[in-house]
């Protein structure tokens, strides 16, 4: 049985760059261009929910031209989503405090989430301008703002006042490129979920790997504390 809900941390465009002399912007290009491919495979196959990192909330640190090139990289890939929407039947969130992009891509952005929000196929969840702990601020926000009583206050609660509310919390975290952290990304979410890692650079990481990884999770005992 696949996993319901698989989160990924695309790492390594930039390394894959540099092996091959190449701009940062291009292996960022070459990234985007994998998750395309790899996500409609999934879909195709029948996978249910995918969340990916695609810019955090510290990326804004970069140097000025790879940020630039970043966003305008998101935008063409959103704007490939918008095109390729009736196509794949795939259906498109955000999350993240996308306040701070630019208007164009914000206005994208909330075109495509509107116009796949029937879809029935697999949910991808694009996580831009997302950090973990400024997810739990906006939440702890969110929940004053309404005036909910801390007596009320439980999981259930806080999670409904997450950016993934009505997304069920991802069973496996993939972290291509040999790293093992989470980076700041989904905390929460992924208190119980199992970690696997790859070597692999992500523009690397195939439909293959993606299997690997699934195989590896299906034989893990998942007792969460029990």
Not at 42 to 50: A, P
Not at 62 to 84: C, H, W
Not at 110 to 136: C, F, P, Q, S, W
Request: glycine fraction near 6%; proline fraction near 3%; charged fraction near 30%.
């Amino acid at each position: 049985m696949i996993p319901e809900h698989i989160a990924i941390i695309m790492d390594g465009n930039r390394r894959w760059a540099s092996k091959r002399f190449l701009t940062r912007n291009a292996g960022h290009k070459a990234g985007a261009e994998n998750l395309r491919k790899l996500s409609e495979r999934m879909n195709t196959d029948g996978y249910k929910y995918l969340t990916v990192y695609a810019f955090s909330t510290e990326n804004w640190n970069r140097p000025e031209e790879e940020v630039r090139g970043l966003m305008s990289l998101l935008a063409d890939y959103i704007q490939q989503y918008i095109d390729d929407s009736k196509k794949n039947n795939m259906r498109i969130k955000v999350i993240g405090d996308i306040s701070r992009l630019e208007q164009e891509l914000r206005e994208k952005i909330i075109y495509l989430t509107d116009l796949t929000k029937n879809h029935a196929g697999m949910t991808v969840t694009i996580a831009i301008n997302y950090g973990g702990r400024d997810e739990i601020v906006r939440a702890v926000r969110k929940i004053i703002d309404k005036g909910i009583k801390s007596a009320d206050v439980d999981e259930k609660c806080f999670s409904s006042n997450l950016d993934t509310c009505n997304i069920p919390d991802p069973d496996i975290i993939i972290r291509t490129g040999g790293e093992a952290r989470l980076s700041n990304f989904l905390p929460w979410q992924l208190s119980y979920a199992e970690f696997i890692t790859s070597p692999k650079l992500w523009p690397d990481f195939k439909y293959e790997d993606l299997t690997e990884a699934v195989k590896n999770f299906e034989k893990r005992d998942r007792r969460f504390g029990r």
